[in-house]
Nanobody
């Protein structure tokens, strides 16, 4: 089994910063892409940012220039540095990883989510 554990959420004022972390553990052969998604109340879960094992990144337009995704492959950990936070960034943030448990196949795993609340 594979577990993703997130940390770093919380309450911050508009303009502030937070750093999210997510570590994958368990029976892992290799991790491909890792990413962050978010879901606000009453809305669908949306992609925030992704990063490949080689370090290529992609961002939702609304967070470009404010958020930075990075990863430490040796630690199976992905980070999301969030700066210049806005109230509309308020959501539950979920970590995602595309994991090979063996060379034969892979699937997506999700963390339990961490709440980020930005006050105006």
């Amino acid at each position: 089994q594979v577990q993703l554990v997130e940390s770093g959420g919380g309450l911050v004022r508009a303009g502030g910063s937070l750093r999210l972390s997510c570590t994958a553990s368990g029976s892992i052969f290799r991790i491909n892409a890792m990413g962050w998604y978010r879901q606000a109340p009453g809305k669908q879960r949306d992609l925030v940012a992704t990063i490949t094992s080689g370090g290529r990144t992609d961002y939702q337009d609304s967070v470009k220039g404010r958020f930075t995704i990075s990863r430490d492959n040796a630690k199976n950990t992905v980070y999301l540095q969030m700066n210049s936070l806005k109230p509309e960034d308020t959501a539950v943030y979920f970590c995602n990883a595309d994991v090979y448990r063996s060379p034969l196949g892979h699937r997506d795993y999700w963390g339990q989510g961490t709440q980020v609340t930005v006050s105006s």
